[in-house]
C-alpha cells in the first residue's frame, strides 16, 4: 500500500505536437502513459496537476539564447524537419514550453509539501538537445533545464538516465558543472554515439558525468549491479539533495529501437533503488523514450508504484544478460 503521494504531470498541449504519420514519437505514447497510471496499484495515492510553461529565462538557463529564437521562429513559420529524427510543426513551440516548464513546475509544488515525489508525462522528450542543438526528437533539455533552476538555487543535483539512448545533451551542459552529476546507463554502441566510459566530464566538473555503456541484450540484475557497484558510490561522494530521473522506458525488451532485454518488472526495481539516493520529497521522474505502446504502459505503472514505495511486477524482472564486465569497468574508472 502507497504511503504517501505522487503528483502526475501532464498536459494537453503536448498532444498537439506531431511530428508526422508514422514517427515513433508520437502523441499515442502519452495515452499509453496515462493508462499506465491508472493501472498502477497506487492510482488513488497519484494527483494529477497541469504544468505551467517555462519562461524565455529559464529555457536560457541551459540553452543559447540565438537557439532558442530560431527554434521558435522555425515552428511559428510552420515548422518542418530539423533533421531526419527531429520534426516540428505550428504547436511545437507551445509544447516544447510546456514540456521546459513541467519539471519546473513539480520541484516548486514538492518543495512546498505537496506530494513524496513526481512523474512528468510530457512530449518532445528532451536529453538529446544539447545548448545549441535540437536532435534525436529533442527541442530543449527538459530534465536539464529543472536541474539547472535547482543547482542555481544552491542544490546538488544527480541525474541518472536509464533511457537506452545516452543522454548526450544533457551531458554536454553539465560536463563542466560539479553542482550537477550526470549517470547513464544505456546501450552501446547506439544512437547517438556517445557515452563511452572515459567521458568523465572536465575542469571543476570532471568524475561528476559517469557512463556505463551496456551491451545489447543486458537485463535487469545488470541494472541493479550498477546501481549498487556505481550510483550508490558516486552518490555517496556527491551527496545529492535532488534525484532527478531521465525515465526512458525504451530498454524494455520489446522496444523496436533498441536491443536491451529490461521488462516492466525490472523498472520497479530499479527505480526502487535510485529513490533511496535522496530524501522524500526530492525526485523527479521525466518521461523520455519508449516506443512501444503496450511496454510503456506496463513500465509506466511500475515505476509510478515505485516511486510511491510500492512494488509492482507486471513482468518477471530479467536476468542473466551480458554487461556486468561493463559495470566492473565503470567502478575501477571511479575508483
Not at 514519437?25 to 494529477?48: I, M
Request: hydrophobic share 40%; net charge negative.
Amino acid at each position: 500500500m502507497a504511503t504517501g503521494t505522487l503528483l502526475f504531470a501532464s498536459h494537453p498541449a503536448c498532444s498537439l505536437h506531431d511530428p508526422g504519420h508514422g514517427h515513433p514519437e508520437r502523441p499515442a505514447r502519452l495515452q499509453a502513459v496515462a493508462c499506465g497510471v491508472a493501472a498502477a496499484k497506487s492510482a488513488e495515492s497519484v494527483v494529477h496537476v497541469t504544468p505551467r510553461r517555462a519562461s524565455r529565462e529559464e529555457l536560457l538557463g541551459v540553452h543559447d539564447a540565438g537557439f532558442v529564437d530560431a527554434i521558435e521562429g522555425y515552428c511559428r513559420a510552420g515548422g518542418g524537419a530539423i533533421d531526419d529524427d527531429t520534426v516540428v510543426g505550428p504547436t511545437s513551440w507551445d509544447a516544447a514550453l510546456v514540456a521546459a516548464g513541467s519539471g519546473l513546475d513539480v520541484v516548486g509544488r514538492l518543495r512546498a509539501g505537496e506530494a513524496d515525489a513526481a512523474f512528468v508525462a510530457v512530449r518532445p522528450p528532451g536529453h538529446h538537445a544539447t545548448p545549441r542543438r535540437a536532435m534525436g526528437f529533442c527541442l530543449f533539455n527538459n530534465i536539464a533545464i529543472t536541474a539547472a533552476a535547482l543547482s542555481a538555487a544552491g542544490e546538488r543535483v544527480l541525474i541518472a538516465d536509464i533511457d537506452a539512448h545516452h543522454g548526450n545533451g544533457t551531458q554536454d551542459a553539465f560536463y563542466a558543472d560539479p553542482r550537477v552529476a550526470y549517470l547513464s546507463l544505456h546501450e552501446w554502441p547506439l544512437y547517438p554515439g556517445t557515452g563511452w566510459l572515459d567521458e568523465r566530464g572536465v575542469g571543476e566538473g570532471e568524475g561528476t558525468t559517469v557512463d556505463v555503456p551496456l551491451p545489447s541484450g543486458a537485463t535487469g540484475d545488470v541494472y541493479l549491479a550498477a546501481v549498487e557497484r556505481v550510483v550508490e558510490p558516486l552518490a555517496s561522494r556527491f551527496d545529492p539533495t535532488w534525484l532527478l530521473i531521465s525515465a526512458g522506458f525504451d530498454a524494455h525488451a520489446a522496444d523496436p529501437l533498441t536491443g536491451l532485454g529490461l521488462s516492466s518488472g525490472d523498472y520497479s526495481e530499479v527505480v526502487s533503488a535510485l529513490l533511496a539516493l535522496v530524501p522524500t520529497g526530492r525526485t523527479v521522474a521525466m518521461l523520455e523514450g519508449g516506443y512501444d505502446l503496450d511496454a510503456l504502459q506496463l513500465c509506466t505503472a511500475a515505476t509510478v508504484d515505485a516511486l510511491l514505495g510500492v512494488r509492482n511486477h507486471p513482468e518477471r524482472p530479467t536476468s542473466g544478460g551480458p554487461g556486468r564486465e561493463m559495470v566492473e569497468a565503470a567502478r575501477r574508472l571511479r575508483g
